[in-house]
């Protein structure tokens, strides 16, 4: 048989309800060594580039087979409907190509400029990302010469520390 908690003059009740309201505070649990061998090879650049050149270049090729299936042909009133067809999905197929193979090169050197200017410094900063986002942008623009990569740097960079303070990755 249990006592009803005894209220105070300002409607308060006894510790006891307080007490039963705590949370209680979950073990700390160490990592296995799955885990932490996992975490290693996420941590290595190399890695991590790749990984973000593959998941570039997806993202390139769904983007190429959207914009080619926007493409309208310029003949298309003298086309018949199978050329049309034709004409598309060639469109799509190599603007699919074309932003793979830029998507997967953007992701490649922004992670591996990231992650090696973050290893050099040994902060995790927004600076990382405005580095990382000149290379880039400076890299892709190179053929255009000195005055393209320093565009494409500036742009690329901004881009990137607007991005990161819009995610909020960094406080």
């Known amino acids: 048989m249990s006592t009803p908690p005894i209220e105070s003059k300002d409607g308060a009740s006894s510790s006891n309800e307080t007490e039963a309201t705590t949370p209680e505070i979950p073990p700390f649990r160490m990592p296995t060594m799955e885990e932490i061998r996992a975490q290693e090879v996420w941590n290595n650049c190399a890695m991590r580039s790749v990984a973000s050149g593959v998941m570039g270049g997806g993202l390139g090729l769904f983007m190429g087979l959207f914009l080619g299936a926007l493409d309208n042909p310029i003949m298309q009133d003298t086309m018949s409907g199978k050329e049309q067809f034709i004409y598309t999905a060639k469109q ?80």
């Not at 197929?93 to 997967?104: D, E, L, M, N, V």
């Not at 990382?132 to 942008?137: H, I, L, M, S």
Request: charged letters at 20%.
């Open 92 to 171: 799509m197929g190599q603007r699919s190509w074309g932003h793979c193979k830029t998507f997967a090169v953007m992701g490649l050197i922004f992670s591996a400029a990231e992650c090696t200017v973050e290893k050099a410094r040994a902060k995790h900063d927004i600076n990382n990302t405005m580095i990382a986002g000149c290379v880039t942008g400076g890299t892709l623009a190179i053929k255009g010469g000195a005055k393209a990569t320093c565009i494409g740097c500036a742009g690329f960079a901004t881009f990137s520390v607007l991005i990161e303070k819009f995610l909020e990755r960094h406080t």
